[in-house]
């Protein structure tokens, strides 16, 4: 079946460190992949979402390619700020599976002054 | 603005108590889906709804039912409520079809069962 993998925190960095989160996927179709964000206390939000092999999402200062070849979709971010300290969750939608979506486990990311 | 709203942030249920949870999207969204988010765990789907009248059990459906009378409004129900149904719950909302239609959420109610 559909799953979503993403590498387990919590990461702690400094701020403008490199950010990268690595996700991974198994789909039995062609997924629409997504990042959201939740930050304390609140419900998921879209961050960014690609739809097709080589779509480059980007939000924010954030980005992520979706990788056919390696089923792979890792966030990236150039240099975070401590506002970017929240829970990252990896996403797909699979049409082959009604719109279902699947979930990784979240990558918890606190940024230090 | 688009919207998801779940009718509480906090509850505090007892024990056998039958509890319910609201939830109501103005995007005219066929597609719903409730789900708990549990530390170390994610987002585990407990039930979705693709039309009226309509639901799937999701991967944790034990425990819970779900009902949907009207498309904007996607009910959760705890038959009777246990200690470890102490969660977060989130509801979304999204258009199905192919392609990126994301899915939009509610703010959560934090559930307490005491």
Same mark, same amino acid.
């Given at each position: 079946?559909?799953?979503?993998? &993403?590498?387990?925190?919590?990461? !702690?960095?400094? $701020? $403008?460190?490199?950010?990268?989160?690595?996700?991974?996927?198994? +789909? !039995?179709?062609?997924?629409?992949?997504? =990042?959201?964000? &939740?930050?304390?206390?609140?419900?998921? &939000?879209?961050?960014?979402?690609?739809?097709?092999?080589?779509?480059?999402? @980007?939000?924010?200062?954030? $980005?992520?390619?979706?990788?056919?070849? !390696? !089923?792979?979709?890792?966030? $990236?971010?150039?240099?975070?700020?401590?506002?970017? @300290? +929240?829970?990252?969750?990896?996403?797909? @939608?699979? =049409?082959?599976?009604?719109? &279902?979506?699947?979930?990784?486990?979240?990558?918890?990311?606190?940024?230090?002054? | 603005?688009?919207?998801?709203?779940?009718?509480?942030?906090?509850?505090?249920?007892?024990?056998?108590?039958?509890?319910?949870?609201?939830?109501?999207?103005?995007?005219?969204?066929?597609?719903?889906?409730?789900?708990?988010?549990?530390?170390?765990?994610?987002?585990?789907?407990?039930?979705?709804?693709?039309?009226?009248?309509?639901?799937?059990?999701?991967?944790?459906?034990?425990?819970?039912?779900?009902?949907?009378?009207?498309?904007?409004?996607?009910?959760?129900?705890?038959?009777? /409520?246990?200690?470890?149904?102490?969660?977060?719950?989130?509801? /979304?909302?999204?258009?199905?079809?192919?392609? /990126? /239609?994301?899915?939009?959420?509610?703010?959560?109610?934090?559930?307490?069962?005491?």
């Amino acid at each position: 079946g559909d799953s979503v993998t &993403q590498m387990e925190g919590p990461v !702690t960095l400094s $701020e $403008e460190a490199f950010l990268t989160i690595n996700c991974t996927y198994t +789909a !039995t179709g062609y997924p629409s992949l997504f =990042w959201y964000v &939740q930050y304390p206390g609140e419900g998921l &939000q879209l961050l960014l979402k690609a739809t097709k092999a080589d779509d480059k999402g @980007s939000n924010k200062g954030f $980005e992520a390619t979706y990788r056919k070849e !390696t !089923t792979s979709f890792h966030l $990236e971010k150039g240099s975070v700020q401590v506002s970017d @300290s +929240a829970v990252y969750f990896c996403a797909l @939608s699979d =049409w082959d599976t009604g719109n &279902q979506f699947y979930f990784g486990t979240g990558t918890s990311l606190t940024v230090i002054p | 603005d688009v919207k998801v709203t779940q009718s509480s942030r906090y509850l505090v249920k007892r024990t056998g108590e039958k509890v319910f949870l609201e939830c109501v999207q103005d995007m005219d969204h066929e597609n719903m889906f409730w789900y708990r988010q549990d530390p170390g765990l994610g987002l585990r789907l407990i039930y979705f709804s693709y039309d009226v009248k309509m639901k799937e059990k999701g991967d944790i459906p034990e425990g819970y039912s779900v009902s949907r009378e009207k498309k904007e409004r996607f009910s959760l129900i705890l038959e009777s /409520a246990s200690t470890n149904q102490t969660s977060m719950y989130l509801c /979304a909302s999204s258009s199905p079809g192919q392609g /990126a /239609a994301e899915a939009f959420f509610g703010q959560g109610t934090r559930l307490t069962v005491v």
